[in-house]
Structures are given as structure tokens and as C-alpha cells.
């Protein structure tokens, strides 16, 4: 699937969308530069196939952090794992801070080591 001309996406209060492809099929948004995820607590990954964003370094998660794995299925895949172990995954705020703390402990470790 391509996405020659798409530069933003914001998806926000989707709360069963698990994918935003649900076939096995290679993706491409050469374009896309900015990502927005907010309120979708389901959402496991983006999309089940090969994924190409060349343009996108992170994915805005709310109260300005922007949030990056290297790319966009990991970024996701890493966010509803995060979400799914925090004391109050519906509270989005909280989770995000929660994440944040965590995040930046280990970056601390690795730094440390």
C-alpha cells in the first residue's frame, strides 16, 4: 500500500482499533513526517506488514513527548506494551509520565554501563 502524499496522521479516541492495516501487506508513507496516538488503548501495532516511513522520527503521544524505537511498529508495539504495565493503563496522562520515568531510568542504566 502506498501513501505518496500523506504527511500527518492523528489518530485519537479509537478504543478497538488494534491496527491501522489489519492485513499483512508492505506499507509505504514516504512523506509522513508527524504521527499522533492518543486514546487508543487496544492499539498493538500499525500495521502487520513491512513498514516504510523514512521521513518520521517519533510518534506524538500527548503532553508534548514524542516518543521513537528506530520505527513505527516498534514505537507502537513498545507503547501498548508500556500502557498494558502501568497501574492505570485508561488514564492516559498517567501512563505517559509513567513512561517517561521509566524510559529515561533506562537510559540512565545504559549510559551507566
Known sequence: ILFPQLKHLE????????????????????????????????METFSLGLLSTPMLNGVD??????????????????????????????DTTTSTKEMSKERAEKTVEGIAK
Not at 479516541?13 to 487496544?42: G, Q
Not at 520505527?71 to 508500556?82: A, M
Open 61 to 90: 503521544v500527548g503532553q508534548h513527548e514524542c516518543v521513537w524505537m528506530g520505527n513505527l511498529n516498534k514505537t507502537i508495539q513498545q507503547l501498548f506494551k508500556e500502557k498494558g504495565s502501568s497501574k492505570d493503563s485508561l
Open 11 to 42: 489518530l485519537r479516541k479509537l478504543p478497538k482499533l488494534t491496527s491501522f492495516c489489519y492485513i499483512k501487506c508492505n506499507s509505504r508513507l514516504p512523506l509522513l513526517e508527524k504521527v499522533a496516538v492518543h486514546d487508543c488503548p487496544k
